[in-house]
Structure formats: C-alpha cells, structure tokens
C-alpha cells in the first residue's frame, strides 16, 4: 500500500529505488576491569587507534576535496584532541580497557556540550561518529557506514556523518533520507555538493522495511513508500523533463525578460572550482577560506600559504567576480589558537568579524594575502566580514581593508536581524550587502541550525525571513548598491525566482544547484517573479509563502 511522507527536501532530484539501512558497530563496549600491568598497553592501543583514525578523515577528506575536506579535517582534528586522549588514559590507568575509556571520554564529553544548551548540536553528532570509529576500531568489528550493495539504492539513516556523506558513490546511492539534520547541517550541505537528492528531518524514516521501494522528491520532501507504478512513472518523466530543461538552459542567469540576475558559485576551496566552473557560474559568490585554517588547530597558515591558495581560484574566473568571505571563526567552527573554549553560548558570542577585531594580526595577514593574490589579475575581487552587527562593525572592516592596501570592494554579510534593520546605515561604511540566510533564519528564530527540531524555524520560505531580505534589498538600491544572497535559500529554484522579486542583485550557491536555478529563471519575467515575492511576504508561514509563490508563478 501507498503511503506518502514529508521531510525537508535539501537537494533537488528525483530517486527511485530498494530501501538500505546505514550499516552500524557494536558500540557501547564491556566494561570490565584490567590489571594495573596492562594499562600502558591499552593506552597505546588507545593512541594507535585514535592516530588511524584521524589519519583515515583526513584521507577521505584528502578524495573528497571542497568543503567535505574541510568538514573531516575538522573531525580529525576532535579525534586527537589532547584533553580528550588525556582523559582516556586517566580511565585507562584506574583500570578500564581502551575501548571503554573511549567510549566513557567521548560520553562526558558530549554530555559537557549538550549541556551547553545545544549549541554545539551539530559537533555532538560530528563527535558521536569519531567515537564510533575509534571504539569499532578497537573492538575490531566494522566500521560504521554504508552498506555494501551491488546494485543502487535509497540510503536510510538515523544521519549521515559527514566521513559518510563525502564520499557516498553517485553512481549507486540514488538519493538519501535521514530522521535528523536540518536544511542546512553538513550533510544537506554535502548533497547539494554530489547532487545526490535527499530528504532530511523525517522522523520514522528508520522504520521503513529493509528493501521497501521508495521514491525520494528532493525538492518538495516528499517520501513515497511503495509508489505504485503509475506514480514511478510519473516521477521519472518530471525528471526526465526536468533534466531536459537543465541541458537546455544555458548563458548568464536571467529573467525571461532579460533582467539580468548573475548566477555565482559558492565554495569552501580550490577543490570545488571545477565543478563551479563546469556548471556555467558567473563567479564566486561566498569563497569560504575557513578550509585553510582547519589544517593546522594551534596556529594560522602562512602568508604565502593563503597566497597560494587565494590565486588558484582567482586565476579561474577572469574577468568574473569572485567574493571572499574572510575567516568565520567561532561557535561551530573553533579554532584553538583564535577562539575562546569556555563562551557559555558561543553563537551568540565572540565569532566571525569580532573575532577577527580581537586577533587584528590575523585579520591583517588574510587580508594582504589577498591584495597580493589578486595583484596583477583582470578579476573583480570583493571581500566581505562576516557577522556585522552595525555600521561600526562595517567600517572597522573596511579600514581594516584600506590599511591592508587591499584594492577590492568591501562588504559585509547580512546574517544578524541588526545588521537588515539598518542595512542603510551599515552601506554607508561599504559597497555591497551578502545575505547569509543560513545564519540570518538561526537568529531571527532564535533556531540552531544543526538541530532537526527546529527545522520547520529554519525553512528560508519564513515570511519574517524574507521581510530581512526585503529590507536590505530595498537600502542597497536606494544607496545604488548591490545585495546578493549567498545562503542556502538561493539553491531552491522557486525561492530564487521570490529573491529576485524581492530586489537580490546576485544568487550564489553550490554548482549542482545552478542548473536548476537558471533554468527556472528563464521561465518568468521579473513583474512575475515581483509578484511572487509580495505573495509569499503577505503569507503567515513557510508553507503559505511557498504555495502562495507557486500559485503566482504557475498562473493560478
């Protein structure tokens, strides 16, 4: 029997196929005790397998290239974090074996950080794997992952850690579905990067049957279990027609009516330029250099690391315009030698620009490293803060910029409720306003971002979401500035159409989205795609504004 259900669809793409179950380990090891003698070989046991697992992320880190690198490096690095290897061999000492003492390190651990009022939720569920890994290597059974299978599938997990997700085969897992993860966690993210089609935040996903056919709509969220075969055909010919209009849609984004909307690329590193490139970007719209800082936890790369870096992607877009996002540390993203380890509530604390104003040296070395990067190159670079809250934010940046010699635009990112409010203001100190949805919904809803609970508060579709957008839009014209939008909203080809209604100057987002969004573009004038947007702004939810946006632009 039929049967529909309805997650949050974060990567486009229809999937049809046999239902598999993310594979696990035996984790919670005996805990018995060993005598005094064998307690320094457990804690090399200990240290081996924490050293081969880290070893192991980095390598896949190393294949997977573009944020997926930077996503494993940073789990590598909570691997052979001291204070936590430290308090393993504290427990190996008064008698637990390796694996136990792991596995009851890692627990006070995640205890600690769900403590902290779930801030740090998407490193608990990062942290969870590295346990995993380490306790199954010592144990000696199978890594937790995915599942061996021959043919292709439908992969179902509780979620996806994302030593899982970077390295997932197209060519076999069809699409993906978990109970948790929210519209922006890693593994959303990580899909969007693969183009695998995948549906989040689906309680009881867990619960359909092993080899279940299912169909997975990536777009709407929907989850079709034992979809008759009328429906099966139906689906795949709107992918076949949707993936003929993809091939069709070619050139610079544009309205129907030629409004020009510069379709841009978003990227964490060198590694993902040529999939941006292959995709037809425009440019670079939000180049996250934060890749760069997670390979080494105890000090800043050099000048001419970030240099050599920098120009790799420069060099790849002449003529076009690539905008640098300088580093965002802080709350998910620590960084030991620059963040502060004991902030009660660290999204709402010492992050992004204010950490940067706090270290200026580092500041300084990423910002000359750019003007000598792009010396001498035909690209239009612009470099924006990110996390200004106020025009005194924006123009400590920009001074920060000119004393650096830096010749580029400056900008600042829109993701703080403060920051749009006074959008006018804040323009008055730089040239271009970014909006970053991904962050602006977390603190205009006051909703984590990693925690699946909230997702319905994380949706970009929020009405009160898209007044913020509205307001920076409407300052940036009235200042003859431009606002563009670097968030993950700009990925859902509908919300672009309502985003260029609403007066974005620009969309960036991963390369496999771009496809998408131009094409559904070049469907509708921008009066239509205007009275879309003043349609899902007049709605009092998500759901209203989408099918209210719909019904515009569908002529109903």
Not at 187 to 207: D, K, M, T
Not at 346 to 360: E, F, I, N, Q, S
Request: aromatic share 4%; proline share 6%.
């Amino acid at each position: 029997m039929e049967t529909t259900l309805r997650g949050v669809g974060v990567s486009h793409g229809v999937a049809i196929g046999e239902v598999r179950h993310m594979g696990t380990a035996v984790l919670e090891p005996p805990a018995k005790q060993i005598p005094a003698e064998d307690a320094e070989r457990e804690q090399g046991r200990a240290r081996q397998a924490v050293e081969a697992v880290a070893a192991d992320l980095i390598a896949r880190g190393n294949l997977a290239g573009g944020e997926a690198q930077a996503v494993l490096e940073a789990q590598a690095m909570m691997a052979q974090d001291p204070e936590l290897l430290a308090d393993v061999e504290r427990r190996i000492t008064v008698g637990s074996t390796a694996e136990r003492a792991v596995y009851d390190a890692f627990a006070a651990y995640r205890a600690l950080l769900a403590g902290a009022g779930e801030y740090l939720a998407g490193r608990v569920a990062d942290l969870d794997d590295v346990r995993n890994r380490i306790v199954a290597r010592l144990l000696g059974v199978p890594m937790p992952g995915v599942p061996d299978s021959d043919e292709p599938y439908v992969l179902i997990a509780r979620d996806l850690a994302p030593a899982d997700t970077a390295l997932l085969d197209p060519t076999l897992v069809l699409g993906f579905v978990t109970e948790e993860g929210g519209p922006t966690s890693h593994s959303a993210i990580l899909a969007r990067a693969l183009g695998v089609p995948a549906v989040v935040a689906l309680p009881g996903a867990g619960e359909i049957p092993e080899g279940t056919v299912v169909a997975v709509d990536g777009s709407t969220g929907e989850i079709f279990v034992n979809p008759d075969e009328e429906k099966r055909t139906r689906l795949a010919a709107e992918a076949a027609e949707r993936k003929a209009a993809l091939a069709a849609a070619t050139g610079p984004g544009a309205t129907s009516d030629g409004h020009k909307v510069p379709l841009l690329a978003n990227i964490g590193g060198p590694a993902d330029v040529p999939a941006a490139v292959e995709a037809g970007a425009e440019g670079v719209g939000l180049f996250r250099t934060e890749f760069l800082f997670l390979d080494d936890s105890e000090s800043a790369p050099s000048e001419e690391k970030q240099i050599s870096a920098y120009r790799q992607v420069l060099e790849a877009f002449p003529e076009g315009r690539v905008v640098v996002r300088v580093l965002d540390a802080g709350a998910d993203k620590p960084l030991d030698f620059l963040t502060p380890g004991d902030e009660p509530n660290p999204a709402l604390g010492v992050r992004g620009l204010r950490t940067l104003l706090d270290h200026p040296d580092v500041l300084r070395t990423q910002l000359t490293a750019l003007a000598k990067a792009s010396d001498g190159l035909p690209v239009h670079l612009e470099v924006m803060a990110p996390m200004v809250a106020d025009r005194a934010d924006a123009k400590a940046f920009a001074d920060a910029c000119r004393e650096a010699g830096l010749r580029a635009k400056f900008g600042a990112m829109v993701e703080i409720p403060s920051a749009a409010l006074r959008a006018r203001s804040v323009l008055q100190e730089v040239e271009f306003l970014s909006l970053g949805t991904n962050d602006l919904a977390q603190y205009t809803f006051a909703a984590d971002r990693q925690v699946g609970a909230v997702s319905r508060l994380q949706d970009p579709w929020q009405p009160a979401l898209l007044d913020l957008v509205a307001l920076s839009a409407e300052a940036a014209k009235a200042e003859g500035k431009s606002c563009g939008v670097c968030g993950e909203a700009a990925s859902d080809p509908l919300l672009a159409c309502v985003l260029t209604g609403l007066g974005v100057t620009s969309l960036s987002m991963g390369a496999a989205s771009l496809p998408y969004v131009r094409a559904t573009l070049a469907k509708f004038t921008l009066a239509q795609c205007e009275r879309a947007a003043a349609a899902a702004r007049a709605a009092d939810s998500a759901d209203e504004a989408r099918g209210a946006a719909q019904a515009v632009l569908s002529g109903e």
